[in-house]
């Protein structure tokens, strides 16, 4: 009878509370809503399988759509030890259907855990006039323990702009991944033969600016718990001077090429200049004609530098479905017969009119002949890329595998589809003027993970003797610990 009286009391007080204030009726709909009996929901992001010593961060998202959300709370449980981690409160006064409570896992708290699991448990509640409860239990492997790694002594005599390769031995309890970090670039490792699993072998380009007073060449070994293992690597760096070379734009070559980019379609899917149709080039060009020399300039600029840094991301996400291992054996030849016209690393100027237009870097070889000229791969391989491709132009990224891709540019025909196995037999394009080219010529490009190296390395096998081929043979024995 009392229990009976106190549910009445509990039905009938908020709605005559409510009554009373007639006028608000949200008041009414809010306590009505506050009668369910429904549990929040709770999500929890950032929550990884394991965890090394960089530790983590996690949100504990709860909703309520009917009375909305109170409380939630993150702890953290050890046998019968319970640590406090993250808590969200309301006041109360107004409803919110979603809240979120956050919390971080130190390396500290780790190291103090008696088992190699962190257990959580993540409670929320609503603010319905019975409050609804729910809990969520998270369990995170703990690993602390840094994977191994041993690189095999070995001076590396490399070349400003060019490539190196290091060898390194390395193991973990769980999966792990290992690379060549220079600076912000990533050169991933690949087994040193198929399915090592101990050995590794790492191309890499060293910058076209490298000082090996600043920078630091490093091997890093990662596992799936975030541990990571780096040793530094010497570098003989050889410093070389770089060409320079300056180059006049016609209003012309300006009118003509720079607009088949500034169509923002163009802008967003580097996509063919046959995408932007001939009567809106026309109007373009109307359009370009009719402003001042100044915004030729500036189109040529925003051109320039947005496209190369664009291309630059591209290519490097291109390289990424590499073979693990080498898919040649052989020289690699001049894919186009002619003379160079244009070198690696050249430093080049634009100017229109007198004024400063811009900078590039040359990041390969041209190559100049008669107009449609063959093209011809360098090497064996497996084309990666075959269409258009920004200021290349029509291009073709053929593998060669562990990370090394060649580009050819520019071109006026491509006569290969993605997946094709080439060798220098193959005619895989004829050279054309396609993208910023001023005239028919062969843009050609080597790349380690999507960073160019010069190609006079690679087109002299006696370079690739000493410097890759010598290294990959066995080396058992030379592993230091
Ligand atoms: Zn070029």
């Given at each position: 009878?009392?229990?009976?009286?106190?549910?009445?009391?509990?039905?009938?007080?908020?709605?005559?509370?409510?009554?009373?204030?007639?006028?608000?009726?949200?008041?009414?709909?809010d306590?009505?809503g506050r009668f369910e009996?429904d549990?929040?929901?709770?999500?929890?992001?950032?929550?990884?399988?394991?965890?090394?010593?960089?530790?983590?961060?996690?949100?504990?998202?709860?909703?309520d759509a009917g009375a909305g959300i109170t409380?939630?709370?993150?702890?953290?449980?050890?046998?019968?030890?319970?640590?406090?981690?993250?808590?969200?409160?309301?006041?109360?006064?107004?409803k919110?259907?979603?809240?979120?409570?956050?919390?971080?896992?130190?390396?500290?708290?780790?190291?103090?855990?008696?088992?190699?699991?962190?257990?959580?448990?993540?409670?929320?509640?609503d603010r319905a006039f019975?409050s609804n409860?729910?809990?969520?239990?998270?369990?995170?492997?703990?690993?602390?323990?840094?994977?191994?790694?041993?690189?095999?002594?070995?001076?590396?005599?490399?070349?400003?702009?060019?490539?190196?390769?290091?060898?390194?031995?390395?193991?973990?309890?769980?999966?792990?991944?290992?690379?060549?970090?220079?600076?912000?670039?990533?050169?991933?490792?690949?087994?040193?033969?198929?399915?090592?699993?101990?050995?590794?072998?790492?191309?890499?380009?060293?910058?076209?600016?490298?000082?090996?007073?600043?920078?630091?060449?490093?091997?890093?070994?990662?596992?799936?718990?975030?541990?990571?293992?780096?040793?530094?690597?010497?570098?003989?760096?050889?410093?070389?001077?770089?060409?320079?070379?300056?180059?006049?734009?016609?209003?012309?070559?300006?009118?003509?090429?720079?607009?088949?980019?500034?169509?923002?379609?163009?802008?967003?899917?580097?996509?063919?200049?046959?995408?932007?149709?001939?009567?809106?080039?026309?109007?373009?060009?109307?359009?370009?004609?009719?402003?001042?020399?100044?915004?030729?300039?500036?189109?040529?600029?925003?051109?320039?530098?947005?496209?190369?840094?664009?291309?630059?991301?591209?290519?490097?996400?291109?390289?990424?479905?590499?073979?693990?291992?080498?898919?040649?054996?052989?020289?690699?030849?001049?894919?186009?017969?002619?003379?160079?016209?244009?070198?690696?690393?050249?430093?080049?100027?634009?100017?229109?009119?007198?004024?400063?237009?811009?900078?590039?870097?040359?990041?390969?070889?041209?190559?100049?002949?008669?107009?449609?000229?063959?093209?011809?791969?360098?090497?064996?391989?497996?084309?990666?890329?075959?269409?258009?491709?920004?200021?290349?132009?029509?291009?073709?990224?053929?593998?060669?595998?562990?990370?090394?891709?060649?580009?050819?540019?520019?071109?006026?025909?491509?006569?290969?589809?993605?997946?094709?196995?080439?060798?220098?037999?193959?005619?895989?394009?004829?050279?054309?003027?396609?993208?910023?080219?001023?005239?028919?010529?062969?843009?050609?490009?080597?790349?380690?993970?999507?960073?160019?190296?010069?190609?006079?390395?690679?087109?002299?096998?006696?370079?690739?003797?000493?410097?890759?081929?010598?290294?990959?043979?066995?080396?058992?024995?030379?592993?230091?610990?």
């Amino acid at each position: 009878m009392k229990r009976l009286v106190v549910f009445l009391l509990l039905i009938l007080l908020p709605v005559v509370a409510a009554l009373s204030f007639s006028q608000s009726r949200s008041f009414i709909f809010d306590s009505l809503g506050r009668f369910e009996k429904d549990k929040p929901e709770i999500t929890l992001e950032g929550v990884p399988a394991s965890v090394g010593r960089s530790g983590f961060k996690l949100a504990a998202k709860a909703s309520d759509a009917g009375a909305g959300i109170t409380h939630i709370a993150i702890e953290m449980r050890d046998g019968d030890k319970v640590t406090p981690l993250g808590e969200w409160k309301s006041d109360g006064s107004a409803k919110l259907g979603n809240a979120m409570a956050e919390a971080e896992i130190t390396e500290a708290m780790l190291e103090e855990l008696s088992s190699d699991v962190v257990e959580l448990r993540v409670t929320a509640s609503d603010r319905a006039f019975i409050s609804n409860g729910e809990e969520k239990l998270a369990q995170v492997k703990v690993d602390l323990k840094k994977p191994y790694l041993s690189v095999i002594p070995d001076q590396q005599n490399v070349t400003q702009g060019g490539a190196g390769m290091v060898l390194f031995e390395a193991g973990d309890d769980s999966q792990f991944t290992s690379f060549v970090r220079i600076g912000e670039m990533k050169f991933p490792a690949h087994p040193l033969r198929a399915g090592d699993t101990r050995q590794f072998a790492a191309l890499f380009a060293v910058p076209r600016l490298f000082d090996s007073a600043v920078d630091a060449a490093e091997v890093v070994v990662r596992d799936v718990a975030g541990n990571e293992t780096a040793r530094r690597f010497p570098l003989r760096v050889k410093k070389v001077n770089w060409p320079e070379d300056s180059i006049t734009l016609s209003k012309n070559f300006v009118e003509d090429k720079i607009i088949s980019y500034l169509a923002p379609e163009y802008y967003e899917s580097l996509e063919n200049t046959s995408a932007v149709k001939s009567d809106e080039r026309k109007a373009m060009r109307a359009r370009l004609r009719s402003e001042d020399e100044a915004s030729y300039i500036s189109s040529f600029r925003d051109v320039n530098e947005k496209y190369r840094r664009a291309l630059g991301v591209k290519l490097v996400e291109i390289s990424a479905s590499s073979d693990p291992e080498f898919l040649w054996d052989s020289s690699f030849a001049k894919p186009m017969k002619g003379a160079i016209t244009g070198r690696f690393g050249e430093e080049r100027d634009y100017h229109y009119q007198s004024q400063i237009a811009g900078y590039s870097l040359h990041e390969g070889l041209d190559i100049a002949s008669l107009q449609g000229a063959a093209v011809y791969s360098t090497n064996k391989g497996k084309v990666l890329y075959a269409g258009s491709l920004g200021i290349y132009g029509n291009a073709v990224v053929v593998d060669h595998g562990r990370g090394l891709s060649t580009l050819y540019g520019h071109l006026s025909r491509i006569d290969c589809n993605v997946g094709d196995v080439v060798d220098t037999t193959t005619q895989i394009a004829a050279s054309g003027a396609t993208g910023l080219a001023g005239g028919d010529h062969l843009h050609f490009e080597m790349r380690i993970a999507g960073v160019p190296v010069t190609p006079y390395e690679w087109l002299d096998y006696q370079w690739i003797e000493d410097h890759v081929l010598a290294k990959l043979k066995p080396v058992e024995g030379q592993i230091n610990g």
